[in-house]
């Protein structure tokens, strides 16, 4: 299993940003998949997650609103849509899949700053 996340970087305040996490290893189109954020010495926490086919999609309270979860099955890749950054979701952000266990991505940065 490989999960690849990229679209991070530095934004101001109010700015979006679009992450993407490609997949390989598995059956992308049966697995659930989510997105996972750290912050510097807080614990990761649940951002987004959907469901294999797209049908079901659910949100942390934080970010309901201004968060996107989409996927592309055809394309092996959940996305992450990031509108109306603030300064607290400046973070590290995780792709996940739940297919026999559970896989983590890299990571990547999201700076959110003036």
């Known amino acids: 299993v490989q999960l690849v996340e990229s679209g991070g970087g530095l934004v101001q305040p109010g700015g979006s940003l679009r992450l993407s996490c490609a997949a390989s290893?598995?059956?992308?189109?049966?697995?659930?998949m989510s997105w996972w954020r750290q912050a510097p010495e807080k614990e990761r926490e649940l951002v987004a997650g959907?469901?294999?086919?797209?049908?079901?999609?659910n949100y942390a309270d934080s970010v309901k609103g201004r968060f996107t979860i989409s996927r592309d099955n055809a394309k092996n890749t959940v996305y992450l849509q990031i509108d109306s950054l603030k300064p607290e979701d400046t973070a590290v952000y995780y792709c996940?899949?739940?297919?026999?266990?559970?896989?983590w991505g890299q990571g990547t940065q999201v700076t959110v700053s003036s």
């Open positions: 959907i469901t294999s086919t797209g049908g079901n999609t």
């Open positions: 996940r899949a739940n297919w026999v266990g559970v896989h």
């Open positions: 290893g598995f059956t992308f189109n049966r697995a659930y």
